[in-house]
């Protein structure tokens, strides 16, 4: 199955919204593919107001969130992988979700199995050692599909 993590996040951003709060993303700025203004990044995080009235062009996509925010005046293209995301919350009472790493791993298996393009996953058991010399190398005898 396809992760999670990118319908729940516009879940909660779209229940946040509609009950006239403001949305902040928390991320992680650490990770490999995120590009937030380094300057406010703080432990290796950035929390950022994605407000529709402070973003613009915001997509949160099913790969990643993507928006152009001003940070001191000065206007950022932000591209934010979903597995960077760690919550999202209101800020006016703190009301969201974080993800976790379970849901980090989890989407990283949906990634490889997405990547392995619909190859079979077999198992293969011990191959006894052969009793006499061939040319051909010998098969287990033994596979088992798993799913």
């Known amino acids: ?13 779209e229940w946040i919204v509609d ?19 380094l300057q406010h990044v703080q432990n290796g995080q950035i929390v950022l107001n994605i407000n529709p009235s402070a973003v613009g062009n915001l997509l949160l996509g099913n790969d990643a969130v993507t928006f152009n925010a001003r940070f001191g005046g000065s206007p950022f293209a932000l591209y934010i992988p979903q597995r960077a995301v760690l919550a999202i919350y209101a ?19 949906a990634e490889e199995l997405l990547d392995d393009e619909a190859e079979p996953v077999v198992a293969q058991t011990e191959t006894p050692e052969p009793t006499e010399p061939d ?3 010998k098969r287990p005898s033994h596979l088992r599909v798993i799913k």
């Open 91 to 109: 800020r006016e009472n703190g009301a969201g979700t974080m993800f976790t790493a379970e849901e980090d791993d989890d989407e990283l298996l």
């Open 135 to 137: 040319d051909k190398p």
């Open 19 to 37: 009950n006239n709060l403001t949305p902040y993303l928390v991320v992680d700025a650490t990770l490999p593919g995120v590009k937030v203004p």
């Open 1 to 13: 199955m396809t992760p999670n993590r990118p319908y729940l996040l516009r879940a909660f951003y």
